[in-house]
């Protein structure tokens, strides 16, 4: 109960404190620890405060080396906020630093804050502390690469740049079981438009043979892709939560559509560029395309990303970074890939409206699940709506979405495929299970059912919406 003279409670959300990356080897004198830090944010604080925090965190990762020398620490509780460490390479430390969650009560008219320290989840902050990581390395390369490159200093620099406009984009706050995963959302599609789709990619490469790698998406959704799987899981978010929300516009607008409203008149065609020109017709247009780094373990390959778009359908070109593309080079990409691309985004759909008769019209299940394959990424979620950008938004309450996340952190914990059953507080039954590198989390409100009610309701669940994939039972 709330103490007497009190207001309404206000809940907080978790925030981002601090984030910072630094590199022990740099500084290894006395007076010298401020050569250690190569990014700091909020970058206003004081400079003897930074080198403070960068000597706690150094001194706690030394400190826990000793119980377990090959896996140092990963976070460290305080009661106000959580730390998370990160080596994404050798002395390289990223530390991000996390206000728990606070309630906000008036007690005789002053607030009173109450700090929740077990809301947050390791594993998924964690998560989010890797991924920040992968997504410098996709658009910079490796932290050795730019000390190679050009030393500390140019190492700064890549930081700051990526790094100030990248923490921006964390929504601390709705991140969940999703961002473990950190997977691909597959397209549904039937064999003989997947033949199709190869045959496009085949001939598309062909007529543009400077092309290494080619990804094919369809409503945010992979069909195709040519790349490593990692190296494709972080292109993937990076196209699904920045790129495609940027140029979200009419897309099935008229043939008379402002959006090729300059062009000659050749066979008119939906496609346009999303990196790249923007008018080809302007002979001063500029054909500058993202870089992107893949295989940084092996090859260490430097490509230009060209991302086509023609209503619904997405396809990434690769190229040599080694090769500038011309503007020439643009325009015969546009004649070439322009209609056909338009006219296979029509036949997906058409396919896809078919498929989705045949199927029958999509009631609101009366479960909600998220499924998972650690083999080739695929990830299905009935439980969150993409709503916004950057925020993928869960259907289900708070307390729903930490308990299949503590489901999830005992898995991990577990070689063995096994199942876990919880009650939650609200009539809601919890159900994971994991079974041969895949996981299924379903939610269940069935106000009066027992264990065996609940486990039949899954079995059927596993029947209608995995009838292809063996679960154990």
Not at 23 to 48: R, T
Request: aromatic residues 12%; contains cysteine; charged residues 25%.
């Amino acid at each position: 109960m709330a103490a007497t003279g009190a207001g309404p409670e206000k809940l907080l959300p978790p925030t981002l404190l601090s984030f910072f990356i630094y590199n022990p080897q740099l500084g290894p004198k006395e007076g010298e620890e401020e050569k250690k830090i190569l990014f700091y944010h909020p970058n206003e604080v004081e400079k003897n405060e930074k080198i403070r925090n960068v000597g706690l965190c150094e001194a706690i990762v030394q400190f826990t080396r000793t119980f377990s020398p090959t896996k140092p620490a990963k976070s460290l509780h305080t009661q106000k906020n959580r730390q998370f460490f990160h080596e994404p390479e050798e002395n390289f430390w990223m530390v991000m630093v996390v206000r728990n969650p606070i309630i906000e009560k008036h007690k005789d008219g002053k607030p009173v804050y109450e700090y929740q320290e077990d809301e947050l989840l390791d594993k998924v902050y964690s998560s989010v502390l890797q991924q920040c990581y992968s997504m410098y390395k996709l658009f910079n390369g490796t932290f050795l690469k730019a000390m190679e490159d050009g030393g500390v200093k140019v190492l700064k620099e890549r930081l700051e740049k990526f790094f100030h406009r990248y923490l921006q984009t964390l929504h601390l706050q709705s991140c969940d079981l999703l961002d473990v995963f950190c997977g691909i959302s597959f397209f549904p599609l039937d064999k003989m438009t997947y033949l199709k789709i190869q045959s496009f990619i085949n001939r598309m490469e062909e007529s543009l043979n400077i092309v290494k790698y080619t990804a094919f998406l369809y409503n945010d959704q992979l069909i195709w892709s040519g790349l490593e799987q990692d190296d494709m899981r972080i292109l993937y978010k990076y196209l699904t939560t920045s790129l495609f929300p940027r140029h979200m516009e009419p897309e099935l607008a008229g043939r008379d559509s402002p959006i090729r409203a300059e062009m000659p008149g050749n066979l008119q065609h939906y496609g346009r560029f999303l990196t790249g020109p923007l008018n080809l017709n302007d002979p001063e247009a500029k054909c500058r395309f993202p870089k992107i780094f893949v295989n940084t373990d092996d090859t260490y390959e430097e490509l230009h990303l060209i991302v086509y778009k023609a209503m619904s359908a997405a396809v990434c070109f690769m190229i040599d970074a080694s090769i500038p593309p011309t503007l020439e080079f643009c325009r015969k990409l546009d004649s070439i890939v322009g209609p056909q691309l338009t006219v296979l985004a029509s036949d997906i759909c058409e396919q896809y409206n078919i498929n989705k008769r045949i199927s029958g019209a999509e009631k609101e299940p009366q479960f909600k699940f998220i499924y998972f394959n650690h083999m080739n990424l695929a990830e299905k979620s009935t439980i969150h709506m993409r709503k916004t950008p950057s925020v993928s938004l869960a259907s289900v309450h708070p307390d729903l979405m930490k308990i299949l996340g503590d489901i999830n952190s005992d898995f991990s914990r577990a070689d063995e495929d096994e199942e876990i059953i919880v009650k939650a507080m609200s009539d809601y039954w919890v159900v994971g299970k994991k079974s041969d590198q895949r996981e299924l989390y379903v939610i269940l409100n069935q106000k009066n059912a027992n264990l065996i009610e609940v486990n039949e309701e899954v079995k059927k669940l596993c029947a209608t919406q995995f009838n292809n994939i063996f679960f154990l039972d």
